[in-house]
């Protein structure tokens, strides 16, 4: 009798595990990030999500079999997003971010370059001593390598971005063209998008200061979904698919975009392991 017993609620169980995990691959993966044109994620004229940001989404949740909902909105809102378990996920979070679970593997960059003033001496970027006694323009909202934040050779300047509106955009452009700052740090390949057609007074300095790798960021309770996530980036760079949507968006493969800045091209360097990094909150 107690065996019987015993075998309905073991069966019972299983049913209801096997259920609740059907339920889950059915519903969508809720993916956002924020806008990061001309490549990575922006709205197309029909108000949808296209890049490839977007593009690798849904490639990965095509392998996974589940839907997916991808929502383009300010970064600080999807961050507190992913966090509260409205969104499962984040693109475009980079190691020392906090407060999500990363993978291993990754597929964009965030090209940390130099902005300075058209009058600016300085012709080339050759370390951070290049901005001795300058002062740099801190957007409060970035989370900075130790490296940056560490700098104690520059004055410091915060910078409140609201990051709602498109005149924040602009805002840090302006301050060096104003010369109320002489150094804005920002992605490289946002920065040139959001220039044309502007007469600001500033220019970027090259090479790069940092090429940071940008990892797709999971709410703590998905580690699941992360690890099926980062399992298939991984498949994905294996098989040459990034390379095409690369090329698709940027005319050059994954492979030619990193020996242009001259880092490690992800695809050579695939981790297809079940183990996750939790950045942040104490760990």
């Given at each position: 009798m107690k065996r019987g017993i015993l075998f309905i609620l073991i069966s019972c169980f299983l049913f209801?595990?096997?259920?609740?995990?059907?339920?889950?691959?059915?519903?969508?993966?809720?993916?956002?990030?924020?806008?990061?044109?001309?490549?990575?994620?922006?709205?197309?004229?029909?108000?949808?999500p296209v890049g490839i940001a977007v593009d690798m989404a849904h490639a990965i949740s095509?392998?996974?079999?589940?839907?997916?909902?991808?929502?383009?909105?300010?970064?600080?809102?999807?961050?507190?997003?992913?966090?509260?378990?409205?969104?499962?996920?984040?693109?475009?979070?980079?190691?020392?971010?906090?407060?999500?679970?990363?993978?291993?593997?990754?597929?964009?960059?965030?090209?940390?370059?130099?902005?300075?003033?058209?009058?600016?001496?300085?012709e080339r970027f050759t370390s951070l001593e290049d901005f001795n006694d300058k002062t740099w323009l801190k957007v409060d909202l970035y989370e900075y390598p130790d490296e940056i934040n560490n700098f104690t050779g520059w004055n410091i300047m915060n910078y409140r971005d609201k990051s709602d509106s498109e005149q924040d955009d602009f805002r840090g452009f302006k301050m060096v063209d104003h010369k109320r700052a002489d150094v804005y740090l920002e992605d490289y390949f946002w920065a040139q998008n959001a220039l044309k057609g502007k007469a600001y007074g500033v220019?970027?300095?090259?090479?790069?200061?940092?090429?940071?790798?940008?990892?797709?960021?999971?709410?703590?309770?998905?580690k699941r979904l992360a690890l099926s996530w980062d399992t298939n980036l991984g498949r994905l760079l294996t098989n040459g698919e990034i390379d095409q949507i690369y090329k698709k968006w940027t005319g050059q493969t994954l492979k030619e975009f990193t020996e242009k800045f001259g880092v490690q091209n992800p695809a050579a360097n695939v981790d297809i392991s079940i183990s996750l990094r939790k950045m942040g909150d104490g760990v």
């Open positions: 209801l595990a096997h259920t609740l995990a059907w339920a889950e691959d059915e519903q969508p993966v809720r993916v956002c990030t924020e806008s990061w044109p001309p490549y990575y994620a922006m709205k197309n004229e029909q108000d949808q095509a392998q996974l079999n589940r839907p997916l909902k991808f929502d383009i909105i300010p970064f600080s809102r999807c961050m507190n997003g992913v966090k509260k378990g409205e969104y499962d996920a984040i693109v475009g979070v980079t190691h020392y971010d906090e407060g999500v679970v990363i993978g291993r593997n990754y597929a964009l960059f965030w090209v940390l370059t130099a902005y300075v003033h058209t009058d600016d001496p300085l220019r970027a300095l090259m090479p790069p200061v940092r090429v940071d790798p940008q990892y797709t960021g999971f709410h703590i309770e998905q």
